[in-house]
């Protein structure tokens, strides 16, 4: 039935037409109403399998029965076809003298909760699946996280999809990958408030771990992996410890005792390659186990990723074809793919720019995307429409491409350049995959409506989000996505509708109920609706830092100054790696003068985000309220070097330089501001006049400043850019006292 259903996906728009054209040729006959009636028919039966199909399975972990086949579902469930299955691998003891499963058993049952670390291809998933299979033997029942954009905290026990279990071991592999997204969840504004696309998955793990903790009376354990690598394999992303956020989520990773895995000694590796070869009947040149285990890189992956090379060429694998580096055997996967398909390149560099953007791997995506990145004329592209498509079943069938391990699409020869070109054509492709790959592409709707969002393409963003939402109504996440969308196109009832719907698809949905509440009070200004909506989000999450900051935030414009000071403390508590809190945090305390309490703040900040030129005002500012304006010098350089085209850096350089007496540096800075300046910003070119010693061209533009309606009398009364015509009369005339 499935089938037949994918054929009518497939062929619904030529079908119709068939229909229609048949009906209308019998009229209005018996025939006729009998064909349209079938149609009718077929059509509800296809919307109700698309609408199956958008809502899937909506838990996030496979669940293992005890004594399951654990090793087969954490292993290869990505890779069914392999010809050399991870789980048909022997398990070999590593270091002589020392069991690891032992050890890690241990520390398990001492701690409950374990991350094991090490760098790529040591056997990190092995040990774990390995530990995972010893414990379902023992009546565990294995929850393997796989959809991590389903994570979010369960109200009750999901008894339908667990059963009645209590005793539960969570499997969560892969940390670095699953959550190398993070960055795209949290999307700050200037004025350091935050919406959010989801909260991140180290917060929302540890939340549905502590719930499951709580059904099951600590009856839990917890084994995780992930890289360590500290160097970055490229300059321009993350390290693996960097994607990790350890010291921003330290609350999460504190519940972990970490283990470190030992590289695994020669003869082990030397015991792996007979073993694994025999069994596998993959021919393996006599003598020479020990020279290739000597020559290898340390790492079990590279024995196996050249024994399946020997496998799948029908060759012997000995000391002459051995490839020493798991980095060696990736790129020369690349060059045998491309030297047999030249149009292999296409589809790595589709893997590669899909995976940038965030859209998931699927034939049906990469396929497209590697003809849209080849190009050509019309001939040319014909040609290379059949050369990618047979490109693409070798590698799907060789080298797994839409699962690709740790390297392998990096060792490729070239990147692909300037990926916002092709963003518009990505989001013309998941429209139009939308009608018929159903629920597989949501996620990819959601990540790459961020893409579009931080390349600010808001209209294409907004496009994408209302064809998910119109496709799957039910989505409560593309419903907060496409409201953060709408309000940075200015629709903002538009926005508060989305928000307010996902709301009542979920609702506890924190994130959306904090994002209602950023729209109610920056872009509407209803206080009172704002605050709710702020307080909701942080009593469906206690440990809400984002809320709680903009909560501050929304308190300090409300005038409720100890609230506010309160929610930011709070908020810090929560997140002490969080600079946008303790910058809003110093900026109140600095307008109460509370100076010396704001200013460890403020190099709290800097020193939290120091690329950040927004984290340098307000200590410059607090420096020369405090008549320190020598110790301003080295942050007004930093900040000008990081903000080299802003008018604010320059004219705080000019006013400080004037306030020590250097008359040449002034003029220097002061002519680079009013370079700068833009017309009838009234209030800062009433600054610059005002340093400039322009006193008449100061007190006209200040004027025409304070008639408008954003006018912040306090704050000029005290902005040391003005102190060189606060004296006069015209001031207190136009200011007040």
């Not at 498509?389 to 350049?417: C, F, W």
């Not at 002519?671 to 833009?678: F, G, I, P, T």
């Amino acid at each position: 039935m499935e089938s037949f259903f994918r054929w009518l996906v497939d062929n619904k728009d030529p079908l119709e037409l068939l229909f229609k054209i048949v009906a209308a040729l019998f009229g209005s006959g018996v025939v006729g109403t009998l064909i349209v009636a079938i149609y009718r028919g077929a059509s509800w039966l296809y919307r109700q399998w698309r609408l199956r199909q958008f809502r899937g399975n909506t838990f996030p972990f496979d669940v293992i029965k005890p004594n399951g086949d654990v090793l087969r579902a954490i292993l290869d469930a990505e890779n069914v076809n392999d010809p050399l299955p991870a789980s048909s691998v022997p398990y070999t003891t590593r270091v002589q003298g020392q069991d690891t499963q032992h050890d890690l058993e241990s520390l398990l049952n001492d701690k409950q909760w374990v991350l094991i670390l090490a760098r790529t291809g040591l056997g990190k998933t092995r040990e774990a699946a390995e530990l995972a299979r010893h414990l379902n033997q023992l009546g565990w029942t294995v929850l393997n996280l796989t959809r991590t954009e389903l994570v979010t905290e369960p109200a009750t026990f999901p008894r339908d999809n667990i059963g009645t279990d209590r005793k539960l071991l969570f499997v969560l592999d892969d940390l670095n990958r699953k959550m190398s997204r993070g960055k795209q969840e949290r999307l700050t504004r200037p004025g350091d408030t935050a919406q959010q696309i989801q909260i991140a998955l180290q917060e929302r793990l540890q939340r549905t771990l502590v719930a499951y903790e709580k059904f099951c009376s600590g009856e839990i354990r917890v084994i995780a992996t992930a890289r360590d690598e500290t160097e970055r394999e490229r300059p321009d992303e993350p390290s693996e410890w960097e994607k990790l956020e350890w010291d921003t989520y330290s609350a999460f990773w504190k519940r972990f005792a970490l283990y470190r895995l030992e590289s695994p000694q020669v003869a082990a590796q030397a015991s792996i390659l007979e073993i694994t070869a025999k069994e596998a009947a993959i021919p393996l040149e006599a003598g020479d186990e020990d020279y290739i285990a000597r020559h290898n890189d340390g790492t079990f992956r590279n024995l196996i990723e050249n024994l399946k090379a020997a496998k799948i060429t029908n060759t012997k694998l000995s000391r002459q074809n051995f490839i020493p580096t798991l980095q060696g055997t990736w790129e020369e996967r690349y060059r045998e793919a491309v030297t047999r398909y030249p149009a292999a390149r296409y589809v790595y560099d589709a893997v590669d720019l899909l995976r940038t953007v965030g859209i998931d791997l699927y034939d049906f995506t990469v396929e497209p995307t590697a003809r849209l990145i080849a190009g050509g004329n019309f001939i040319e592209q014909l040609w290379r429409r059949f050369q990618i498509h047979y490109a693409l079943g070798h590698l799907i069938n060789s080298q797994h491409i839409l699962t690709p391990s740790d390297g392998q699409i990096e060792a490729k020869e070239t990147r692909v350049m300037n990926p916002q070109q092709y963003l518009l054509p990505l989001t013309n492709l998941l429209v139009r995959l939308g009608d018929s790959r159903g629920g597989k592409i949501v996620e990819s709707f959601l990540s790459f409506g961020v893409t579009l969002y931080e390349t600010k393409q808001f209209q294409n963003a907004v496009q994408l989000m209302e064809h998910a939402a119109r496709l799957n109504p039910g989505e409560f996440r593309v419903l907060n996505n496409f409201g953060v969308f709408l309000a940075e196109l200015a629709r903002y009832p538009d926005a508060e509708a989305a928000y307010r719907k996902a709301i009542e698809l979920n609702p506890n949905y924190a994130t959306a109920y904090n994002n209602l509440g950023l729209l109610l009070h920056e872009k509407l200004q209803r206080y009172p609706d704002a605050e709710a909506a702020y307080r909701k989000a942080i009593e469906l999450n206690p440990n809400y830092a984002t809320a709680y900051n903009n909560l501050g935030n929304l308190l300090d414009d409300m005038q409720r100054y100890p609230d506010a000071e309160a929610a930011y403390r709070k908020a810090i508590e929560l997140n002490p790696n969080d600079a946008a809190a303790y910058g809003n945090l110093a900026y109140l305390l600095r307008t109460q003068e509370r100076f010396a309490e704001a200013e460890p703040l403020y190099r709290r900040a800097i020193e939290l985000d120091p690329e950040n030129p927004n984290r340098y005002v307000g200590l410059v500012l607090l420096l020369r309220q405090t008549e320190r304006a020598a110790d301003a010098l080295p942050l007004l350089e930093k900040w000008s070097s990081l903000a080299p085209n802003d008018f604010d850096p320059f004219l705080a350089l000019a006013a400080v330089h004037k306030k020590l007496g250097h008359q040449d540096k002034m003029k220097k800075f002061a002519a680079r501001a009013r370079e700068l300046s833009k017309p009838e910003d009234w209030y800062n070119l009433a600054c610059l006049e005002s340093i400039c010693g322009n006193i008449d061209a100061a007190f006209e533009n200040l004027r025409r400043a304070a008639q408008e309606k954003d006018f912040d009398r306090e704050h000029a009364k005290r902005d040391p850019d003005l102190e060189w015509i606060r004296d006069d009369a015209r001031f207190k005339e136009i200011v007040g006292e």
